[in-house]
């Protein structure tokens, strides 16, 4: 049965290699449709780390536009100064990558001693200190950002990066550590009278979610071949927020789905202006009046969930013709 | 000296206007636990209210005093009135839900009222008329304008009378009640719906003052004021205590005076945002609970 599911993990990730090489050879759609394809892809790595703090951890952080931030300045500097080509352009993204994990574990510093809305200013001030920061360093590029930075982001290396991201988070969260997020995200007490050691979770919670949050950054400055700090404020913080709690808290197939929806909403609905911003406030309200925890709540998309649903749906019709009593009990 | 004394003026002036923001922010949140998100935007409708209302005005009469009055009153009122719908439509849904759920959709309300008022008014800058007359006072040394006078007294009267309303008033009673404990407040007869709405209408209209002296200060305004507004006025909040009026004013004078002299006293000023976080961060690490919270026991 195991074999089997990695048998089909793997045959996905093929498959799903195979899509993106047609895609980005052949041209079947167009370059600025491709462009919101990789948008889609990035934002669900950065999601899917932003959850493990805003989710599955249960901190109300709003660090991660400063840690891509970092992400993103540290991947470009090793993009123009070291590995400019496309053979070596991942190292660029780890070297991104690690150097958010650093301010990841500083930043995880802070939350020790300080919960709720506090260490939320800490987190949004660590963010806005981080984005001065760059803005006034001449070294790279102050006001005006960093570039050029060689144009090697592809859609092939985003499915890449994003089966990584996917396999690394799901074997995360499964993990001895997965679990224990949860359980202090229901009680943090409990939890350490279960002899946990908050400091050290958290510690690695954040620098496991710099990590992918500081690719995503890396990922989006090898995109677009520039950088630049004013991009990672306000809009930042609130979209992240919007794509993680929009999914569901604690989801790792809801990040992939709030990422989805909010970059297509931002990004393919150019056309009717900024009321698609007014469209997306709708939709935010809408989705957390009737589904309070996201559209996926803390479940998972999984096979299993889905046969789950059929096999409801075909019950619940079971029980409109014919009734089961029985049936109606378990439910 | 003088230059202390005028820095001291400038200071209160930015401090005074932080600090009614920041008591916005604080009421609805002692009330009803929301980091509102929205409410820079609330901030953001209020100045645009006036800017009409009083650009209208200006067209019928040229008294200064008037047209400052009558603005503010339209917009107090308007603004309190689509603040509570909003109260009505978006969060009441949500009162039992995850905290985090209602302050998602009061990004979304924000979202909202950011993109209709940019829609319908444009993305220009727009020039808010003068609301005070503007003279030039010079008192033994210390030059000041009249406008940061009228500011500090506008947004001390306004302290005081919120002060008086809410520890005298049978109303502000209930709001304390409500903030200290709502179910108990519930046990008592105290209607919290009600009360939330209160709290949402008086916040809206503390806002709304504060848009004024803003304007006045700054006068050109634009639909996105509100983001950088929401920064100052929930740090301000949260620095001094969230939910607690007195330490919202605290926290928007000592963000008013971190403002004023961090790029006096650092040889580059584009670096003030690392020193004023810097030193949020640093007193929140050493008070956690803000200067004038009360330390929360944990029960178990």
Redesign the interface.
Known sequence: MKKNKILLEILFFVIGLGICITLQATGIISSAKLLIVEYIGIYIIAVMGINIINGYLGIFAMSHAGIMAVGSYMAGLAGIYFFSSQSTFPLAILAGGLAATVIGMLIALSSFKVSGDYLAIITLGFTLIIKNIFQNWQFVGGANGLKPIPHNTTLVWVFIFVAFTFICMKRFVNSKYGRVLKAMRADSVASELMSVNLKKVKLVAFAFSSFFIGIAGGLLAHLLSYTNANSFGYSMIVDGMIMVYLGGIGSLTGSIVGATIWQILVNALRSIGTYRWILGGIILILVMIFMPKGLFGDKELTWESIKEFFARLKAGKKKKTAIDAPHEEDE | MTVVFQQLVNIIQLGSIYALLAIGFSLVYGISGL?N?AHGAIVMFGAYTIFFVSTMMYKITNATFVVFVVSLLVAAILSALVFVLIEKL?YK??RN??K??????S??????L???M??LFGAAAKRMPALFVNTNYDILGVKTTSVKLIVIAVSIITMIVLNLFIKKTKMGVALRAVSQDPVAANYMGISTDTITSVSFAIGAIIATIGAALYASTYPMIDPYIG?YI??CS??AA??GG?GSIAGAMLGGYLLGAINIIAPLALP?S??K??VA??I??IA??IK???LLGKKIN?K?
Not at chain 2, 100 to 105: D, L, W
Not at chain 2, 107 to 112: A, H, K, S, T, W
């Open positions: 980091v998100f978006a849904p949500l839900a995850p985090v759920s209602v302050v998602v959709t990004v979304g309300v924000g979202l909202i950011e993109y209709t940019l829609n983001d929401n920064w929930f740090i949260v620095l969230v580059v584009s670096y945002d690392i976080f810097g949020l961060i929140l690490l956690p609970t803000g944990q178990v």
